[in-house]
């Protein structure tokens, strides 16, 4: 029995949750054997495909039909679902996002299969399969079995280390058989920043909150940022007053994001901000307020004036490559 | 227009999280319920969507008689009716089973939720209610115009957002900005407690997945604070303890 990926890609490249995703697949396959086989819709390059290759699969398909390289959530589901029985998988993994999630859920009644999102480890396989994965927004974890024949994950960023030496994977065409009722949702326009980091992809964050004191202030976020390679991120009332953009809102509304590193400047830390960000490996706070509840939650922490110390920050980065 | 919308009956977000029963059973002690967050920015929209076009709003809850309270207040700010599904919410798949069952018997034009809940951040029971019903599913909606039988709508995508057009019937997952959360007032709690609020039985059984046990995270090592007049000491703790750098 094969296990399937489902590679999601944006501006032409594969995403690198998505590789993760594979790395995952394959480490599974070790455990549990079968072959891991990865599929990628619409426009994408042969050079991106077979990156699936050095993260772990065995071989790619491509259903490049043009009409795929937008994220309508039916057609990919039923694209998939279709390699899914012509590999004869039983189990699919891919990237916990919001197209991921949207995909999987159609497909988990289309195959009758258990699906369980934001899976952190791989499973336990010894009289079951039962897998571990964040809830209450990373405030626990739940194990969790799956009784159905088929499986679908959705994993969490960072729940596994990304795999570089696999071998060559072969790449194949597929013909998927779509009807136009998958297209009933039509996109008509995108909105896309170009050339930024994505927030939920990011392996440094760096975040201001409302002690920024206006949006012409976040050149100091931004100059932090570029220095790290970081992509920006934002509490809830910078997006809500408009200082910033909504899909850079952080937090237990917004993006869930698990880098390595979470610089946050000027925000307090309020347990609805921190639910966003528990999954960060590491956390530096920047608080002109001692009792700044984020300091508790932060692995280095620097009290003081966001406007003196992020220049300083930034020149002594700088200073050190 | 009919319109339904499903809820999530969830800890409010300052809540402790804590697990009794050897850390089989989730520990309510202390604990509020509310709407979860993204099904209460569903709601709003609905309720403006339902004074702008007429018709009807019912919300849903698979839930036991514990979140009848929840579902009151939902008819407070300005559902219609309520149906609550007697029983406990055991998997996604169980709670889509139920959701499908009774919004293909209401035959509502629009079903809408919230993009995830916010105990089990599954993000997935609208998609599943969108392919039981074999309707479109849309998650997660910003923005949400209804025109006549069609629906124009932006859904988030990393980095952004993307435009939508899709003819009525459709499922959404619904989140912010799409309408202000919505506060009851004195004449929504009155009138609330006489709406209809019907307790209606499962239809299936069937789940895929079970809930074994929970766990807590470790607890979280003490901050290490640096002097701001020495960033080069951040600089340095980055690049040799954190090896991020
Ligand atoms: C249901 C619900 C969901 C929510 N979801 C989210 C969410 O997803 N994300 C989110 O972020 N919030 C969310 N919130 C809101 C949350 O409770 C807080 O209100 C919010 O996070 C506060 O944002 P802030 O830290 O930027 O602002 P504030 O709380 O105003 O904090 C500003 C901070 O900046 C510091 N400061 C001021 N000036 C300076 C300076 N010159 N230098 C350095 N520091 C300075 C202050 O000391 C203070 O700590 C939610 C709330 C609810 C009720």
Redesign the interface.
Same mark, same amino acid.
């Given at each position: 029995m094969s296990i399937l990926v489902y590679l999601e890609h944006t501006e032409g490249a594969v995403k690198k949750s998505s590789l993760e995703a594979v790395s995952y697949a394959h480490a599974l396959s070790s455990k549990v054997g079968g072959e891991v086989v990865a599929v990628a819709l619409g426009n994408i390059s042969f050079e991106e495909l077979v990156k699936a290759g050095s993260a772990g699969a065995a071989k790619v398909y491509h259903v490049a039909d043009e009409k795929l390289s937008v994220g309508i959530i039916q057609a990919h589901a039923n694209a998939v679902g279709q390699v899914f029985q012509k590999v004869g998988a039983n189990t699919l993994v891919l990237a916990k996002s919001s197209l991921g999630d949207a995909v999987a859920a159609r497909l988990a009644v289309q195959l009758k299969a258990g699906l369980v999102s934001n899976v952190v480890e791989l499973p336990e396989t010894e009289g079951g399969y039962t897998v571990k994965r964040s809830i209450y927004t990373g405030k626990a974890f739940a194990e969790t079995s799956i009784t159905s024949d088929n499986k679908i994950l959705a994993v969490k960023k960072n729940a596994i280390n990304l795999k570089t030496d696999g071998g060559e994977a072969t790449v194949e065409k597929f013909e998927a058989n779509l009807e136009d009722k998958d297209f009933a949702a039509k996109i008509t326009s995108t909105d896309q920043a170009t050339g930024e980091v994505l927030l939920p992809e990011a392996d440094i964050v760096v975040s201001g909150g409302r002690g920024m004191k206006g949006p012409e202030n976040w050149d100091m976020i931004e100059d932090l940022a570029k220095e790290l390679g970081a992509a920006t991120g934002c509490s809830k009332p910078v997006s809500d007053i408009g200082w910033r953009p909504h899909h850079e809102h952080v937090g237990q509304t917004g993006v869930k994001v698990a880098p390595s590193l979470y610089v946050a400047v000027g925000i307090s830390g309020a347990i609805q901000h921190l639910a966003g960000v528990n999954g960060s490996k590491y956390i530096v706070v920047i608080n002109k307020d001692p009792e700044a509840p984020f300091f508790k939650a932060a692995d280095y922490g620097i009290v003081g004036d966001a406007f003196e110390v992020v220049p300083k920050l930034t020149e002594a980065i700088k200073a050190n490559k | 227009m009919k319109i339904l919308v499903c809820i999530t009956h969830v800890?409010d977000?300052?809540s402790k999280?804590q697990?009794t029963d050897n850390n089989t059973k989730f520990d309510k002690t202390g604990v509020q319920f509310i709407i979860g967050?993204?099904d209460d920015y569903a709601l709003a929209r609905a309720v403006e969507l339902r004074d702008q076009t007429g018709g009807e709003l019912t919300v849903l809850n698979v839930g036991e008689a514990e979140t009848e309270p929840t579902l009151r207040k939902a008819l407070a700010i300005g559902a219609d009716k309520a149906i609550r599904v007697n029983a406990f919410p055991k998997?996604?798949?169980f709670v889509?089973l139920q959701i499908a069952h009774y919004a293909k018997e209401g035959a509502y034009d629009l079903i809408l939720m919230g993009?995830?809940s916010?105990?089990?951040?599954?993000?997935? &029971?609208?998609?599943?209610v969108?392919? @039981?019903l074999g309707m479109?599913?849309?998650?997660?909606v910003?923005k949400l115009d209804i025109e006549g039988q069609s629906a124009k709508m932006a859904?988030?995508?990393?980095?952004?957002?993307?435009?939508?057009?899709?003819?009525l019937p459709?499922i959404a997952?619904c989140?912010?900005?799409i309408a202000e959360w919505k506060i009851p007032n004195m004449r929504g709690i009155m009138s609330a407690r006489t709406k209809p609020l019907d307790v209606v039985e499962t239809i299936s059984d069937e789940?895929?997945?079970? &809930?074994?046990?929970?766990? #807590?995270?470790p607890a979280?090592?003490a901050?290490? #604070?640096?002097?701001?007049d020495n960033?080069?000491e #951040?600089?340095r703790? #980055?690049?040799n303890e954190?090896k991020? @750098?």
């Open positions: - | 800890p977000t300052t999280i697990f967050p993204y998997d996604a798949y889509a993009r995830e916010i105990d089990f951040n599954g993000g997935m &029971v609208h998609g599943m969108g392919e @039981l479109p599913s849309i998650s997660p910003m859904r988030e995508i990393e980095g952004g957002k993307e435009y939508i057009e899709v003819d459709f997952g989140q912010e900005p789940t895929f997945s079970q &809930v074994n046990a929970f766990q #807590l995270p979280k090592g901050v290490q #604070l640096i002097d701001k960033v080069e #951040l600089v703790l #980055l690049k954190a991020i @750098l």
